[in-house]
Every structure is written in C-alpha cells, then in structure tokens.
C-alpha cells in the first residue's frame, strides 16, 4: 500500500542542507494535511521538533525510513501554490532557504512562539441580532416599557436596526447587561461573535471622480492600459518628469483593472509616502485599499493581509514587502518612484521588489509598470533596447513650468568668509519666501549635528567600539552615536586624549536646524529624519502640520526627496549636493541624480513658480550640472558609455560573496582560499565561456559592524541559473567545512550601497 507523503520546507534547515524534505503524512492528519499549510516535524538526528510548510503531497517517496508529521498547524493553507511556487524561485534567485521565503511573505503576526500559539489572535466583537420578527418584538416592548423599560429600549433599538455590536447597544439605550442577558433567556435576542479588521488610520471623505487627464496622460493612459488588457505578462516603464502627473495615470489604470474584477498592487519606496498615497488612492477607490508596511501594528498587519486573501481588499498599497500580498486574480503592479535603493531588502531573503514583482506578472499573465522620474539605468536600457514598453510625460500637469535652479558654489562662500553651511544666496532666498508666506524645503542626507568630532591639536576621532565608522554627534541630548550598531556615549568637554578642544565637522540635520533657527529665530522649523519620526504615525503628523499650519521651511532627508506634493513650496535648497557622489557604488552618479532632481522637483507644484538652490564643492561636475538642468536624457546617455567601459550592471551582473566573522584574518583567510577555487573553477568549462571576472578579496566599505569583519569578493557575469549555482555550491561547501564554523557566507547581486 503506497504511503502519502508531504514535501516540506523545514524552518530548521540551514542554507547548506535546505531541500525539500519527505514526511509521511499521518492517516488522521491526511485530511489537513495539504500544500500551503504548516506543520510541526521531527528534524535532524535529535529529532528536535521544527516548523515547516508543505509544498507538495505524493504517494511514495525514493526513501525508505520516513519520519511521519507530528500536528497539523493551520485549518486552511495560508500559501497558494503560486505562493508555493514563489518561495522556491526566490531560494534559486536569492540564495536564501525556502522558508526565509516564507516567512518573508507572511505576516509576523501568523508565525508561533514557543508554545505554538500565532502571535495575534483574530479580533470578534460580541453583536446581538433579534430572534423573532421586528412585529413581535415592538409588541413585547410595549408590554414590558412600563415593569422593563429598559429591555423594551433594548428591543426598540434592535427593531430598527436588527443587529448592532452588544457594547453600543448598551452604551446608546443606556440598559444594563442584565436587561441584555433577561432579553437572551427569553429568546427574543441572540448574541454571537463577529469578526472585526483592525485596520490602519484612514481619513475617508466623498470619493472623488476620476482626474481629467491632459493629452500626453491619456495617450500614456491608452497605451499602457492596452498592454494591461492584453492577457499577456510585460513590463512598461512610465517615464514623467516631477509633477507631470503619474499618479493620475495610476489612478485610471486601477479603475480599469477593479472594473473587471482584478487585484492590484502599488508599491511605494518609504513609508513615509504611504499616508499621502493611501489617503489618495483611498479617495477614489473607498474600502477596497489595503496598507501593507512595517509600520504597522502586528494586529493590523495581519488584518490587512487577512483582508487582501479574501479579496475584501483588491488594491493593495505598501513598501517592499507589499510585493507578497497574496492578491487573488493580479491584473497589475506597480512600482512608484522604481528606482529607489529601498526596494531591495538587505537581509535574508536578500530579494529586489522588481524581481519578484517581474516573476508575479510572469505567472499572473499581467503587466508591471515601473514609474519615475529619474528611472533607474537598468530599466530605461530594458526599455530603449524593447524588453520595456516606453512612455513618457514631458510636461508637468496643468503646465506648471519646471523649478528655476541655481548652482552655487561652497568654495566661493568660504572664500568670502561664510563658514557656515547655508550659503547667502539660499539665506537671501528664504527669507523671500518666510516674507511671502511660502514655504521651503531643505535637504541634506545625513541624520544628526555633525559628521563626526575631532581634536584639533591630536587629530583625535571618535569612533565606534564595535564598527569601523567615526561617531555622529547630535546635539538634542549631547549623545555620540553609531549609525550601524546603535553604540552611544556622552561628548567630552574636550580631548579625551590630550585636553585639547574638540572640533566638529561636517553638518547634519539638526545642524542645519539649529543655524536656521539663529538665522530666523522668529521662524519655525520642522525637521525630518529617523530621529523625528520613531513613532508610529509620526512622519504623518509632521507632514498634516507642515502643509495645513503652513510652517515656514522643513529640513530632512531622503524623506523629503520623493512623492512629497506640497503646492505651498517654491523653494527647495540641497545643503550637500557631493555627499553621495563620491560612494564606493556603480550607482553613486545616478543616486546622486536621482536624489537632486527628486527633491528639486518638490517645488513649484502649486500655481507659484518654483525655485531651487543647489550647494556643492564641486560646481564643475558633469552630474550635478545635468541634474540643476533636470536633463535625465543627458546624464543617461553619459551614465550608459560609463558603465559600458566599467562593466557595470546592465552590460553585467555583480553578485558579492561576502565573509563575516569575529576574527579579521580569520575572515580574510577563508575568504582568499574561496576567491581562488572560484577564479580555478570559471577556467573550467561550462564557466569558461561564460566571461566571468573575480574581483578582491576585499574589505566591505564599512568592514566592522557590531563587531562582526566583512571581507568580499565580486563575481561579475549574466545573472543566469549555471552561475547562481556555481555560486550556490561554493556556498554550501563553504558553509560544511569544520574550520568555517564560526563564519557565515552570503551571496548577493547587485548591491546597492
């Protein structure tokens, strides 16, 4: 007799061992025990008990002595097998176990404890209904008013509404429970228990009708929507300058897609942007919205995802992780502002948004639609070579005229005897706007008063204990900290080594505040970064305060470069146009590109023409001149020649095998005997074909975080399957061998720092 047996992805499997491992499947459990749902196994030689899915249930199985399945976790499967399918692609692609996918996918709130109990239960509200005819129960209202009056208002209320929540029930007729429970064993009322969503903060007016559309967003409308009626799977990159009037385009593509009973997700880059987006897409489209981000309560974010897999909720709106939404019948995705370093996750699974939004549309049969103003250079290569379908919006919406920009040059400022970080052009400038009652936006990309503190007599630095990093120092409590592990400490008075006095250098953001509050002290000033908005909902408040108190000037960073749509604003300033010109990365020029134009793009969204100053050391450079003339045709066409010679992605992949571990040498001497087997192997044929270059070892940027040394080495070549598992097996050997044991390997491709 042929045994059932379950494929299962267990949680305990490490990276090195992961497979899908065979479990006999219990006759009693036979009937739960189906794909997509989880369960509890014996696992390794200790049989240690271990959670896994099921993937896939056969009869028979090539091994003889199985173990069997211990308990049944989940009444119904809470992965489809399209989900399935998904969690084995990414361990292919992303080189990370079947169930980092899974949990990557599923709500925190679904995962178990200890003792087996899900981390958040379903939220019911106790409601009473009326068990006989509204006729009867006026009757026995009438009867009762005078010895019960407040069963007979218990009733009444009920006649005219049938069922209502027990608690507002009691609350509006004033009854007491008794009266309530008399009502129960006289069996003229029932109560029973309804579930409730607990759901994120949603403003929801009137919906509003559909934009009107100028001539170049319906022509980018028609086209775009013909590829998303088609059937057939593709991706279109929808190119449009700041404010040109993208979202409107979305907002009548979504229409279309719920019109014929399909899902869609929109993705946004921060979380930041999702109240704006959600309040509104809300507007037009009502209940229907759901939000998917970390932001979250865990009761909500299970709610919502409850919410989306029984399609109450059929366009879901979030940050990267909303790519997982298990929407049923997927007519659409998109991803807003595409570009943006945030869609790729740094941790295991270390996936792209787009990738895995590129294999969803493949297996849906929809399309993607990618949408920037800056596009990333991958994606406008794919589009210019025909894998995309290209549009674009030229003109701002209503013919807004795009910002007047100005470059100014810091060197020139020092030179005159300004040591300051706001030059007198941008000082002049505010002070127009504080006077007309506009509003300004400043930014800068780096958190805190000053880049680091130094001795002016030693050379002293402080730094971080437990990362190869210089500390921040801000200025609210005194503190200096590290921006990767967390570390802080007071600031000494002076030199810690030598008594002489401290300097600091290099200005952040509460710098920035603090000489614009001794510029404009009868002004206030609003500052945006990780250190303003720890609070759930805090960037929300900040963001309804800036634009409905009209507060004078906002300074912060990349939260203020993007989405942001303020008609108030006609000036944005950029402190630092070099700090991100100069990082080790092949994207340093076109993040540096981006972030210009995002954030000049911030003004003149209103009737009131627009202005922007851009501070920079380095007026002469190439990017920050195409940037002041927001020409992405320019600096993509200098960018693509660059990366040609240099080999950069899209001519080639990089896929970074890095080494971690306590111990420096340690590290590097695992790591150079890896990158030789690597270089011997790619000699070797089928990889000696395939035109692949070994690049380092080499120390990580940041080579020490919290303790913990990074040593890499680069792969360039196709992302193509026979290299990923060229790259797989390395790992694992890796990983088995007994003098590697105290380090960890992982792969990624494409970083973006």
């Given at each position: 007799?042929?045994?059932?047996?379950?494929?299962?992805?267990?949680?305990?499997?490490?990276?090195?061992?992961?497979?899908?491992?065979?479990?006999?499947?219990?006759?009693?459990?036979?009937?739960?025990?189906?794909?997509?749902?989880?369960?509890?196994?014996?696992?390794?030689?200790?049989?240690?008990?271990?959670?896994?899915?099921?993937?896939?249930?056969?009869?028979?199985?090539?091994?003889?002595?199985?173990?069997?399945?211990?308990?049944?976790?989940?009444?119904?499967?809470?992965?489809?097998?399209?989900?399935?399918?998904?969690?084995?692609?990414?361990?292919?692609?992303?080189?990370?176990?079947?169930?980092?996918?899974?949990?990557a996918m599923l709500p925190a709130g679904l995962w178990f404890d200890d003792e087996g109990r899900t981390k958040v239960q379903d939220k019911t509200v106790e409601m009473t209904r009326l068990c006989v005819s509204p006729e009867e129960a006026s009757r026995y209202a009438a009867a009762k008013r005078r010895r019960a009056p407040q069963q007979a208002e218990l009733l009444e209320q009920l006649c005219s509404f049938e069922c209502l929540p027990s608690?507002?029930?009691?609350?509006?007729?004033?009854?007491?429970?008794?009266?309530?429970?008399?009502?129960?064993?006289?069996?003229?009322?029932?109560?029973?228990?309804?579930?409730?969503?607990?759901?994120?903060?949603?403003?929801?007016?009137?919906?509003?009708?559909?934009?009107?559309?100028?001539?170049?967003?319906?022509?980018?409308?028609?086209?775009?929507?013909?590829?998303?009626?088609?059937?057939?799977?593709?991706?279109?990159?929808?190119?449009?300058?700041?404010?040109?009037?993208?979202?409107?385009?979305?907002?009548?593509?979504?229409?279309?897609?719920?019109?014929?009973?399909?899902?869609?997700?929109?993705?946004?880059?921060?979380?930041?942007?999702?109240?704006?987006?959600?309040?509104?897409?809300?507007?037009?489209?009502?209940?229907?919205?759901?939000?998917?981000?970390?932001?979250?309560?865990?009761?909500?974010?299970?709610?919502?995802?409850?919410?989306?897999?029984?399609?109450?909720?059929?366009?879901?709106?979030?940050?990267?992780?909303?790519?997982?939404?298990?929407?049923?019948?997927?007519?659409?995705?998109?991803?807003?502002?595409?570009?943006?370093?945030?869609?790729?996750?740094?941790?295991?699974?270390?996936?792209?948004?787009?990738?895995?939004?590129?294999?969803?549309?493949?297996?849906?049969?929809?399309?993607?639609?990618?949408?920037?103003?800056?596009?990333?250079?991958?994606?406008?290569?794919?589009?210019?070579?025909?894998?995309?379908?290209?549009?674009?919006?030229?003109?701002?919406?209503?013919?807004?005229?795009?910002?007047?920009?100005?470059?100014?040059?810091?060197?020139?400022?020092?030179?005159?005897?300004?040591?300051?970080?706001?030059?007198?052009?941008?000082?002049?400038?505010?002070?127009?706007?504080?006077?007309?009652?506009?509003?300004?936006?400043?930014?800068?990309?780096?958190?805190?008063?000053?880049?680091?503190?130094?001795?002016?007599?030693?050379?002293?630095?402080?730094?971080?204990?437990?990362?190869?990093?210089?500390?921040?120092?801000?200025?609210?409590?005194?503190?200096?900290?590290?921006?990767?592990?967390?570390?802080?400490?007071?600031?000494?008075?002076?030199?810690?080594?030598?008594?002489g006095e401290l300097k600091h250098v290099g200005a952040g953001t509460q710098m920035i505040e603090t000489e614009l509050k001794e510029l404009f002290p009868d002004t206030e000033v609003i500052r945006l970064d990780t250190d303003t908005v720890t609070a759930a909902g805090s960037h929300e408040a900040l963001f309804e305060r800036f634009r409905n108190e009209k507060i004078p000037i906002m300074v912060g960073t990349q939260m203020v470069t993007k989405g942001l749509n303020?008609?108030?604003?006609?000036?944005?300033?950029?402190?630092?146009?070099?700090?991100?010109?100069?990082?080790?990365?092949?994207?340093?020029?076109?993040?540096?590109?981006?972030?210009?134009?995002?954030?000049?793009?911030?003004?003149?969204?209103?009737?009131?023409?627009?202005?922007?100053?851009?501070?920079?050391?380095?007026?002469?450079?190439?990017?920050?001149?195409?940037?002041?003339?927001?020409?992405?045709?320019?600096?993509?066409?200098?960018?693509?020649?660059?990366?040609?010679?240099?080999?950069?992605?899209?001519?080639?992949?990089?896929?970074?095998?890095?080494?971690?571990?306590?111990?420096?040498?340690?590290?590097?001497?695992?790591?150079?005997?890896?990158?030789?087997?690597?270089?011997?192997?790619?000699?070797?044929?089928?990889?000696?074909?395939?035109?692949?270059?070994?690049?380092?070892?080499?120390?990580?940027?940041?080579?020490?975080?919290?303790?913990?040394?990074?040593?890499?080495?680069?792969?360039?070549?196709?992302?193509?399957?026979?290299?990923?598992?060229?790259?797989?097996?390395?790992?694992?050997?890796?990983?088995?061998?007994?003098?590697?044991?105290?380090?960890?390997?992982?792969?990624?491709?494409?970083?973006?720092?």
């Amino acid at each position: 007799m042929a045994q059932t047996v379950a494929k299962i992805a267990v949680a305990a499997a490490t990276y090195w061992v992961d497979k899908p491992y065979d479990y006999l499947i219990p006759p009693e459990l036979a009937e739960k025990a189906v794909p997509g749902v989880r369960v509890y196994v014996p696992f390794s030689h200790g049989n240690r008990r271990s959670e896994g899915i099921i993937l896939a249930v056969s009869d028979g199985s090539e091994y003889e002595k199985l173990k069997a399945i211990t308990a049944v976790l989940d009444e119904e499967p809470l992965l489809s097998r399209e989900q399935i399918k998904l969690t084995l692609f990414m361990r292919e692609r992303f080189f990370c176990t079947v169930y980092d996918a899974v949990k990557a996918m599923l709500p925190a709130g679904l995962w178990f404890d200890d003792e087996g109990r899900t981390k958040v239960q379903d939220k019911t509200v106790e409601m009473t209904r009326l068990c006989v005819s509204p006729e009867e129960a006026s009757r026995y209202a009438a009867a009762k008013r005078r010895r019960a009056p407040q069963q007979a208002e218990l009733l009444e209320q009920l006649c005219s509404f049938e069922c209502l929540p027990s608690r507002d029930l009691l609350k509006h007729t004033g009854a007491s429970r008794q009266s309530l429970t008399a009502l129960c064993k006289a069996g003229f009322v029932e109560l029973y228990k309804k579930e409730t969503f607990r759901r994120p903060e949603i403003h929801l007016g009137d919906i509003e009708p559909l934009p009107v559309l100028n001539d170049e967003q319906q022509q980018a409308f028609t086209g775009i929507n013909a590829l998303a009626m088609s059937g057939k799977s593709g991706a279109a990159l929808l190119f449009g300058v700041t404010g040109s009037g993208k979202t409107s385009v979305y907002i009548h593509l979504i229409t279309e897609q719920l019109a014929r009973g399909r899902s869609v997700i929109l993705l946004v880059p921060e979380i930041a942007l999702t109240p704006q987006m959600i309040q509104t897409f809300s507007s037009h489209f009502g209940d229907t919205v759901a939000v998917l981000h970390s932001s979250l309560s865990v009761g909500e974010r299970y709610d919502e995802f409850k919410r989306v897999r029984s399609g109450k909720a059929r366009l879901v709106i979030g940050t990267r992780s909303a790519v997982f939404a298990p929407a049923d019948k997927l007519g659409l995705i998109i991803i807003d502002e595409e570009q943006e370093e945030t869609y790729k996750s740094e941790n295991s699974p270390r996936y792209n948004a787009r990738d895995v939004a590129i294999y969803r549309c493949a297996q849906a049969g929809c399309l993607l639609l990618l949408g920037s103003a800056t596009p990333d250079i991958v994606s406008m290569y794919k589009a210019r070579q025909g894998n995309y379908s290209l549009f674009t919006l030229r003109g701002r919406y209503n013919d807004m005229q795009l910002p007047q920009v100005e470059i100014v040059d810091m060197k020139r400022e020092l030179r005159r005897g300004n040591g300051t970080d706001i030059s007198e052009k941008l000082r002049e400038e505010l002070e127009d706007n504080i006077s007309r009652g506009e509003q300004s936006i400043l930014f800068i990309n780096r958190r805190g008063a000053n880049k680091l503190i130094s001795c002016g007599e030693c050379g002293y630095t402080y730094k971080c204990p437990r990362c190869s990093v210089s500390l921040t120092y801000h200025s609210a409590n005194r503190r200096l900290m590290c921006h990767y592990c967390g570390y802080s400490q007071w600031l000494d008075d002076s030199c810690p080594e030598c008594g002489g006095e401290l300097k600091h250098v290099g200005a952040g953001t509460q710098m920035i505040e603090t000489e614009l509050k001794e510029l404009f002290p009868d002004t206030e000033v609003i500052r945006l970064d990780t250190d303003t908005v720890t609070a759930a909902g805090s960037h929300e408040a900040l963001f309804e305060r800036f634009r409905n108190e009209k507060i004078p000037i906002m300074v912060g960073t990349q939260m203020v470069t993007k989405g942001l749509n303020f008609e108030n604003v006609t000036l944005v300033g950029v402190i630092s146009a070099d700090q991100s010109l100069y990082a080790g990365s092949f994207r340093a020029g076109e993040r540096t590109f981006s972030l210009l134009t995002q954030v000049v793009g911030r003004s003149g969204r209103g009737s009131k023409p627009g202005r922007a100053i851009i501070q920079t050391f380095t007026p002469e450079n190439e990017t920050i001149l195409q940037a002041s003339r927001q020409d992405y045709e320019d600096f993509y066409e200098s960018e693509i020649q660059l990366r040609r010679l240099r080999r950069d992605p899209p001519f080639a992949d990089q896929f970074t095998v890095t080494v971690t571990g306590q111990e420096e040498d340690e590290v590097r001497r695992a790591l150079d005997l890896l990158t030789h087997s690597l270089r011997q192997a790619a000699q070797q044929p089928p990889y000696r074909d395939m035109d692949l270059q070994i690049l380092g070892p080499a120390p990580a940027p940041v080579v020490k975080i919290n303790g913990s040394y990074r040593y890499r080495t680069m792969v360039l070549g196709r992302n193509e399957r026979q290299l990923r598992q060229l790259l797989a097996s390395f790992m694992r050997e890796f990983a088995q061998r007994g003098e590697n044991r105290r380090l960890h390997i992982y792969t990624d491709c494409n970083l973006m720092d």
